[in-house]
C-alpha cells in the first residue's frame, strides 16, 4: 500500500491564526481525502481533494475555513484557517490508490494533532 | 439517526475469548463496507472488507445483513494485541469514495 507522510505531526497554535498541513504520498493516487477526528469522535470527511480543481466540500466544511490544494497526484494541503479552540482536532489525509484490491479502500497518513489555545 | 451506529462499548475480555461487534447503517443503498481498525494514538487501518457472502480472514469474520442493514465483526482467540477500537465503515454506493465512519467500538483484552 501507498507510504502516506504527514506535516507537521503536531502542532500548538493561537486562536486567530492559520496552519496548513501537508500530505505526500510516495506514489500516484486517484483521490485523496481530508478527514478529522475531534476528541472522543470518529473520523468526518472534511472534503475531497481534486487534482487541478477545488475540492468538493461536505456538508457543514467551507472552503474559506479549510482551503485545500492539490497540485499533482502526490501532494495535498490542507488549511485550517482563523483557529478557534474548537478546531483542536487530529487532520487525517487519506488516499484511494490506482491499483486498489477493493473499491472505495482507503489509506490513512498518521495525522495532524492540532491544539488550538 | 446516525449513518453508522455501533455500540462504543468499551468490551473487556480475557485472552482466548469470541467477542462479536455490531453495526447498523442507514444507507439502503450502500454496497460495500470495511471494518477499520485504530489504536491509541495511531491512524485507521484497514482491518478486512465486508462482503455480502461474509468475509473470514484468519480469527476475524465479517457478515453484512442487507436487508437489517447491518454488519457484524467477530474475533475468535482474542490476543492481547487486539485491544484497539474497531470502526465500522459505510463505504456507500458508488465509486466516489466517501467513507461514513461509525464512532468505534472499543475493546480491551486482557490477561
Known amino acids: 500500500s501507498a507510504v502516506i507522510s504527514q506535516k507537521p505531526s503536531r502542532d500548538i497554535c493561537q486562536r486567530g491564526t492559520s496552519l496548513t498541513i501537508q500530505c505526500q504520498v510516495d506514489?500516484?493516487?486517484?483521490?485523496m481525502f481530508w478527514y478529522r477526528q475531534q476528541p472522543g469522535q470518529s473520523l468526518t470527511l472534511i472534503a475531497t481533494?481534486?487534482?487541478?480543481?477545488?475540492?468538493?466540500?461536505e456538508s457543514g466544511f467551507v472552503i474559506d475555513k479549510f482551503p485545500i490544494s492539490r497540485p499533482n497526484l502526490t501532494f495535498s494541503t490542507l488549511t485550517v484557517s482563523n483557529m478557534s479552540p474548537e478546531d483542536s482536532s487530529i487532520y487525517l489525509c487519506?488516499?484511494?490508490?490506482?491499483?486498489?484490491?477493493?473499491?472505495?479502500?482507503?489509506?490513512f497518513g498518521p495525522g495532524t494533532r492540532l491544539t488550538v489555545l | 439517526r446516525k449513518e453508522v451506529e455501533q455500540d462504543p462499548g468499551p468490551f473487556n475480555v480475557p485472552e482466548g475469548a469470541t467477542v462479536a461487534f455490531n453495526c447498523t447503517y442507514s444507507?439502503?443503498?450502500?454496497?460495500?463496507f470495511f471494518w477499520y481498525r485504530q489504536d491509541c494514538r495511531k491512524e485507521p487501518k484497514l482491518l478486512m472488507s465486508?462482503?455480502?457472502s461474509g468475509n473470514e480472514d484468519g480469527r476475524f469474520t465479517a457478515q453484512l445483513n442487507r436487508a437489517s442493514q447491518y454488519i457484524s465483526l467477530l474475533i475468535r482467540d482474542s490476543k492481547l494485541s487486539d485491544s484497539a477500537t474497531y470502526l465500522c465503515?459505510?463505504?456507500?454506493?458508488?465509486?466516489?469514495?466517501?467513507?461514513?465512519f461509525g464512532q468505534g467500538t472499543i475493546l480491551t483484552v486482557h490477561p
Open positions: 481533494a481534486n487534482q487541478g480543481s477545488e475540492a468538493t466540500y
Open positions: 444507507n439502503s443503498a450502500s454496497q460495500s
Open positions: 465486508v462482503y455480502s
Open positions: 487519506s488516499v484511494e490508490e490506482l491499483m486498489a484490491q477493493t473499491d472505495n479502500e482507503q489509506f
Open positions: 506514489s500516484q493516487v486517484t483521490m
Open positions: 465503515v459505510d463505504a456507500g454506493g458508488t465509486s466516489y469514495g466517501k467513507l461514513t
